[in-house]
Every structure is written in C-alpha cells, then in structure tokens.
C-alpha cells in the first residue's frame, strides 16, 4: 500500500498528510500515526535538533502531558462508556498523564484494599491468628500494574510493525492506560465479602476493559491487515487474563461462609 | 595545579593566610572572584577545593568566592559572602567556624523552613511563593525518620516496609516534581523536592503518636488528621505552579502520595 509508505513519510517529517478518499471507515495510518504536537506542532520526541539526548530531557516528553483536566475526565468517561472510537479521539494528542496516574491509583488501591479486607477476615474470625499489614501486594500489585501497561502495549506495537501495520506506540499507551480505570471502582465493591458479588464485579470489568480495547485496536486494523481478527482476539485474551489475575492474586480476601 | 610547583609546601596555613589576605587588601574589589584563580592558593594542594558543608551540591564557580573569605582568618564566628549560595542564601565560611556553628545554623534553617512550609501565615500575600531558603536536609530528615518508624513497628518484613516507604516517599517526591514540570508548570526540580519533603512532617508526628496508643479509632482520626495538614500544607505551593485549567491534575497525584503514606502509617501493626 503506497498509503502506507506516505503516512510514513509525513510522520517522520510532522506534516499532515494528503486527504484521502471519504470511507466511513477511518485509515488507520491517520489516527495511530499521527505524532502528539501538544505545544510544538507534530515534533515528537527527540526534537529536531537534540539527537539522542532528547529522550532524556524531560521537557521533550511536554507533548504527552498537554491535557486539561477537563480533558482527562472526558477520556476517562470514554473509557467507562466503553467507547471504540477512542483512539481516534486521542489520535493527535495522546497523554501519559492518565494511564501512569491510573495505574498508581490502582497500585495503591488494590494493596491497601487487599490489606483492608484481610484485616476484616482477621478480626471477623473467632479463632485467634495474627494479622500484620502485607507490604508484598504494593510491590507486587506495581509489578503488575506498571509492567501491564508498560510492556503490552509495546509488546502490540511491535507485532503490528511485524506485520506491516503502521501504529503509534503512545495512542497505544493512552488507550491501555485508560482501560485500566474501571477496575478502581470495581477494586472498592469487591471489598464485599460474598464470592460470587467479587466474581461478577471483577468479571464485568475485565469484559468491558477488554471490549473497550479490542473495540478500539479492531476499528484501527481492521482495513490494514488480513489477520485482524486473530490480533484483536489476543489483546481481549491477555486482558481478561490480567482481570483473572487481579482476582485469584488480589481479590481473594475473605468470604462469608452464609450465600 | 601547574601553580604549586613554587610554593613551599612546609609554610604554615596561617603565613598562607596572611599572604592571601594582603593580595586580597590590595585588590579590594567586591567581585572579586576572578581574583583567587591568579593568586598561589593558599591551601595545600592535597586538599580538594573547599565546598561549604551547607552547600553540599555548589557549582564550581562558587568555589573560588570560599577563598575570598580567607581575608578574615579564623577567629570569629560565620561570615557571609555576597555570593549565591545553595538555596538562594548567604554561603557561610564553614571551612574556620566551629562545627557545632554550622549545625546550629543548619538546624535553625530547617526549622525555619519546616516553619514556613507547615505552619504557613494564612494571609500572605503570596501563597504560592515557595521557600526562598530552601534545603535538602530537613526532607531527608523527615523520610529516613518516617521509614524509621514504620519498619520499628513492623512485626515482619522490617527491611522491606523501609525499603518500600524510603523508595515510595523518595520516588514520589521526584515524580511529582516531574509531573508538574511535564503539565506546563515551572517550578525548580530541588525547591519542590524540598517543599513536599517538609510537608511531610504532619505524617511524621503522626506516626509517632500512633506509636502510643493502637486503637484502630484513634490512629484513624491521628492519620486523618496529619493528612489533611500535609496535604493542606502542599496545596497552594502546587497549584499555583501550573496554569489554572490544569490544578486538579497537579493537585490530585499529591494527595495520592500523601494518603498512601497515610495508609501505611494507619495500618502498622
């Protein structure tokens, strides 16, 4: 495709490229192409004249934080509404600001959720035993977290690469980040000690965090690659796999013997 | 030091002293600092060049303003020079006072600050204005202790709980710092590491006080408490250092940080 090669061409040089013909389905190459030009018009990272030293200045990463409030509240609203056009909405200014603050939020609520519930079973038993706080779920819960949204997404742009698919690593970023945000509320009404409230808590988050990726990567790849399909059912697998994770590791407090 | 070829090493510091103190009278000026670099140093060339124990981290250009206080030698107290030093205030010769003038001072200068920061004038006129003296030792300070302190009442995993809130306190304050930077704010890396560090202190306080009594009521109320002080305490500085549509998102990652200490210092057994 000679589309792609151009997109290629006007990613590299922070041009916009040529219109194309009207389809009501959006090209990929313009949406997950388009570099972020949050304060500097389509210069991404490192600037033009910084070479190697650009990746560790931290005012060049500026673009990927140039979001209002008003801005992450909307995306996050996206995220719940489990809405696929949402990389095309993000396309030309991806933040980072929401899935690193996501992701944190979620360390800490699943550690100390986790820590709370564990002291409610202790204190709930007749029996004696000794409880005393876990620091292992903080550290563990930012394994997981961090190394989720860090490393499948990347995981993802470079198969697409592979595949001759043109993506951008930073839409990708933007949109795991987001999708982890339903398991937050869905982190505080699992507290409630019935296994089978836990289940469909955890179950209806992992499936709308799933569909709201998969809805997303599909309506981007769908035109560019014949094997489409078999992408996007591997990113919903591996996310309802993080949801089963969160719920045998994290979510395994104590239950009520009753219901 | 191609210098020192001709210096005899044997003279005594203080014939070293009294010889740069007549150069010194000779050229009186006050910005003197290109001075020095043509004078012999009065120093043995063993030594490294001095760097004020309360200016740990000085640029060497400032180096050479320590050699213009030379010009009065050892007896009295601290003597301030007119260059910048470390957190915008006067450097001090630490090289010929006491040491316990030093700590005093340093003392003193984290206590002011702790001051300024925690127990702020509510009606200044600027609330966002961040301390003009500021310094990395009360931070220091206040993170080893409140690691300190939760790892001592820790029943097991002593090491890990310091490790843990070391790192997170430590790492959180940088990364709030960058956060701001990266949404558009100007603040300077080292005041804000400062700031966030003294608005640490509430947590401090608390911690100790939890040590006292283990109801899980009274810890709440002690914890909740320290938190809104910390929190109440970082506010203006933060929210003022980024443009006004973008407050929350500097606002809120502070109170993560904060109720995550919090957290940990309410659940210690």
């Known amino acids: 495709m000679a589309g792609a090669y151009a997109s290629l061409a006007s990613e590299a040089t922070g041009t916009v490229p040529a219109a194309v013909e009207s389809d009501h389905v959006p090209h990929f190459q313009e949406t997950f192409s388009q570099p972020g030009h949050g304060g500097q018009g389509g210069q991404g990272i490192p600037g033009p004249n910084q070479a190697w030293q650009g990746y560790f200045n931290v005012l060049s990463y500026r673009p990927y934080f140039n979001v209002d409030t008003v801005d992450v509240t909307d995306r996050i609203k996206d995220s719940l509404k489990v809405d696929v056009g949402f990389v095309e909405k993000t396309s030309q200014n991806p933040d980072m600001y929401g899935p690193f603050w996501i992701c944190s939020t979620l360390v800490f609520v699943t550690a100390s959720l986790g820590n709370l519930a564990a002291y409610l079973s202790y204190k709930s038993k007749t029996t004696g035993g000794h409880w005393h706080y876990d620091i292992n779920l903080m550290s563990s819960a930012a394994l997981v977290f961090y190394g989720y949204v860090g490393l499948v997404p990347l995981a993802l742009y470079f198969l697409l690469r592979y595949l001759g698919v043109t993506s951008g690593v930073f839409q990708l970023w933007c949109l795991y980040g987001y999708s982890l945000f339903v398991f937050i509320p869905a982190s505080f009404l699992s507290v409630v000690p019935w296994e089978i409230v836990r289940w469909l808590v955890v179950g209806a988050a992992s499936f709308m965090s799933a569909i709201f990726v998969g809805g997303n990567i599909r309506t981007q790849i769908r035109t560019a690659n014949d094997r489409w399909l078999a992408i996007v059912i591997g990113t919903v697998a591996t996310h309802l796999a993080l949801g089963l994770v969160l719920k045998f590791y994290f979510f395994t407090y104590f239950q009520h013997d009753a219901l | ?269």
């Open chain 2, 1 to 269: 030091m191609s210098g020192m070829n001709n210096i005899d090493h044997n003279t005594s510091s203080q014939s070293d002293i009294d010889e740069i103190e007549s150069l010194f009278h000779i050229s009186v000026q006050p910005a003197a600092l290109e001075v020095p670099r043509s004078v012999p140093p009065a120093r043995k060339p063993s030594s490294p060049p001095r760097i004020p124990v309360s200016a740990p981290l000085l640029p060497p250009s400032f180096v050479s303003s320590s050699n213009q206080a030379f010009s009065t030698p050892v007896q009295s107290g601290p003597t301030p020079s007119t260059g910048a030093g470390f957190g915008g205030g006067p450097q001090y010769n630490t090289l010929t006072e006491p040491v316990r003038e030093t700590l005093k001072r340093d003392l003193l200068r984290v206590a002011t600050n702790l001051k300024d920061v925690v127990l702020p004038n509510p009606y200044r006129e600027d609330p966002g204005k961040a301390l003009r003296d500021w310094d990395l030792w009360g931070p220091f300070f206040f993170i080893i202790f409140l690691a300190l302190t939760l790892s001592y009442s820790a029943t097991e995993n002593k090491s890990k709980v310091f490790a843990v809130v070391f790192a997170t306190l430590s790492a959180g304050a940088i990364v709030l710092t960058l956060n701001v930077q990266l949404l558009g704010g100007s603040i300077i890396f080292f005041q804000s590491l400062s700031v966030l560090g003294y608005c640490l202190f509430p947590l401090d306080v608390s911690a100790l006080v939890c040590q006292v009594n283990n109801t899980k009521l009274f810890r709440s109320l002690v914890v909740l408490v320290a938190l809104a002080w910390s929190s109440w305490a970082a506010y203006p500085f933060v929210s003022t250092a980024v443009p006004s549509s973008r407050k929350a998102l500097a606002v809120y990652p502070v109170l993560l940080l904060y109720i995550t200490v919090g957290f940990l210092v309410l659940a210690n057994d």
